[in-house]
């Protein structure tokens, strides 16, 4: 229907109410001027949803990729038990079954959604670009026996009954996100340095304070190259990939000094890592161990 036949139907429905002119054309000027801005608000609206992409966030300024997350966790990234009571670290032992379950081997086993990537550090696994019209794209495989003896599927306690607890450690899920493992030992400690290797991303604990020197013990490391590798990136997002398991890392703290609070920082390592004091798990995560044994 033309602008002219709506504004005849308009006046005659006014004309029907016995309104004078003046105000029958008062009203038509304020049909004609919201209609006008309710065209230009449909039109501003359409002209953005041209340009956001259904894959990938078009801003991630709020987010500095990326985030380095664990498993157990508590609101104040503290883990305390008592060896001699079960009940102190069923919390934490329950929360990495149940994240764990995502990563049995029952659940990877669909050809159409999973492959196998390799055991050792590989370069990027590139299946196409965002928009292109691959679709959903396939996950790699990511084995719980890797993890070790912080897999659970031995020991169900992940350690925490002997005093040797584990933790999961994963990179938070970026689109399109590729980390680049470090370049030189420079900015890395020297503890961690001879951890740098081709084609994954190194991960390194140690105490945060100064006085907890000699404390922490050793930590081992468990997972593809002890770090995250790169045939695992990039993620494609939830709708592209959505079957994506992220590799893991597995610490296992073996001799922690009982009967003492413990502050440990932990760090992923590379080119494109930033870390940040006001984000305390951006690229890195501190955790206060208090494990008792009287």
């Known amino acids: 229907m033309s602008q002219s036949s709506v504004l005849h139907i308009f006046c005659m429905v006014m004309t029907h109410f016995s309104?004078?002119?003046?105000?029958?054309?008062?009203?038509g000027f304020y049909l004609i001027f919201y209609a006008f801005l309710a065209g230009v608000f449909?039109?501003?609206?359409?002209?953005?949803?041209?340009?956001?992409s259904n894959y990938k966030?078009?801003?991630?300024?709020?987010?500095?990729?990326?985030?380095?997350?664990?498993?157990?966790?508590s609101d104040k990234s503290e883990i305390a038990f008592n060896l001699n009571?079960?009940?102190?670290?069923?919390?934490?032992?329950?929360?990495?079954r149940e994240f764990l379950v995502m990563y049995d081997d029952d659940k990877q086993r669909d050809q159409m959604k999973y492959e196998d990537c390799g055991e050792q550090p590989e370069d990027y696994?590139?299946?196409?670009?965002?928009?292109?019209?691959v679709g959903i794209r396939k996950a790699c495989r990511f084995q719980r026996s890797?993890?070790?003896p912080c897999s659970g599927m031995e020991d169900r306690d992940f350690g925490f009954k002997e005093g040797k607890p584990c933790l999961i450690v994963k990179l938070n899920r970026i689109v399109n996100f590729r980390p680049r493992p470090p370049s030189s030992?420079?900015?890395?400690?020297?503890?961690?340095?001879?951890?740098?290797?081709?084609?994954?991303?190194?991960?390194?604990?140690t105490n945060k304070r100064e006085e907890d020197a000699g404390k922490m013990g050793e930590v081992k490391y468990y997972g593809i190259?002890?770090?995250?590798?790169?045939q695992y990136y990039p993620y494609y997002g939830k709708l592209l990939h959505p079957q994506y398991l992220q590799p893991l890392v597995a610490l296992q703290f073996v001799n922690l000094t009982m009967n003492t609070e413990l502050r440990i920082e932990c760090r992923a390592y590379g080119e494109n890592i930033g870390y940040s004091e006001k984000d305390k798990f951006q690229g890195k995560f501190d955790v206060k161990f208090t494990v008792t044994n009287l």
């Not at 696994?125 to 019209?133: T, Y």
């Open 19 to 27: 309104l004078s002119p003046f105000t029958v054309k008062i009203l």
């Open 42 to 52: 449909i039109g501003t609206i359409q002209a953005l949803l041209l340009t956001l």
């Open 57 to 73: 966030p078009t801003w991630q300024d709020r987010v500095a990729p990326p985030g380095l997350s664990h498993t157990p966790r």
């Open 85 to 96: 009571d079960v009940e102190t670290y069923l919390t934490y032992t329950k929360a990495m």
């Open 125 to 133: 696994k590139n299946r196409g670009d965002l928009e292109s019209d």
């Open 146 to 148: 890797w993890l070790g």
């Open 185 to 205: 030992n420079e900015s890395i400690p020297e503890g961690a340095q001879t951890k740098v290797q081709p084609n994954v991303m190194p991960i390194f604990c």
């Open 225 to 230: 190259g002890e770090g995250f590798p790169l």
